[in-house]
């Protein structure tokens, strides 16, 4: 008994210990330069018309110009099939072609401003202020796509 005992705790160890990983970085996946900002967001139940009203006319808005001027790549909405379940229900994701686009530039900045326009950056600030009414913002995050050879 002591011996089935021994074997079995054993058993249990090898079995607990971490597994060691065989993939290599460029050799078995590629890591893509395209990084994408992902936004999760949980949105206040029967809100959601009401927060993707406000986006329309700041986030997206925002993103189409920045899309037009080149800065980004892409931008996009996911809403989840079941808004009242987990810690968010929207996500947000704006892709960018690589991190150095993530960088400060007073150039891009400039241009954006003058195609976004003052009126354009009141207006965002008198709809953004509602937002913590209708929403939390529960995670941000810079992401790579994983590609697998």
Do not use: C
């Given at each position: 008994m002591k011996?089935l005992s021994?074997?079995?705790?054993l058993g249990?160890?090898?079995?607990?210990?971490?597994a060691?990983?065989?993939l290599e970085t460029y050799?078995?996946?590629?890591?893509?330069?395209t990084?994408?900002?992902?936004?999760?967001?949980?949105?206040?139940?029967?809100?959601?018309?009401?927060?993707?009203e406000?986006?329309?006319?700041t986030?997206?808005?925002?993103?189409?110009?920045?899309?037009?001027?080149?800065?980004?790549e892409?931008?996009?909405?996911?809403?989840s099939?079941?808004?009242?379940?987990?810690?968010?229900?929207?996500?947000?994701v704006i892709?960018?072609?690589?991190?150095a686009?993530?960088?400060?530039?007073?150039?891009?900045?400039?241009?954006?401003?003058k195609e976004?326009?003052a009126?354009?950056?009141?207006k965002?600030?008198?709809?953004?202020k509602?937002?913590?009414?209708i929403?939390?913002?529960t995670g941000e995050?810079m992401?790579?796509?994983?590609?697998m050879?």
């Open positions: 011996i021994t074997l079995t705790a249990m160890i090898a079995f607990a210990q971490p060691f990983a065989q050799k078995d996946y590629d890591i893509s330069d990084v994408s900002s992902v936004t999760t967001v949980k949105v206040d139940a029967n809100m959601g018309d009401y927060y993707l406000g986006l329309k006319g986030w997206v808005a925002s993103n189409e110009v920045a899309k037009k001027l080149g800065h980004i892409d931008y996009a909405i996911y809403a099939a079941l808004p009242v379940s987990g810690e968010f229900n929207m996500i947000l892709q960018y072609k690589n991190t686009d993530l960088a400060p530039s007073k150039a891009k900045y400039d241009a954006f401003m976004w326009g009126q354009n950056v009141k965002s600030r008198e709809v953004t509602t937002y913590p009414d929403h939390t913002i995050y992401m790579h796509e994983i590609t050879k």
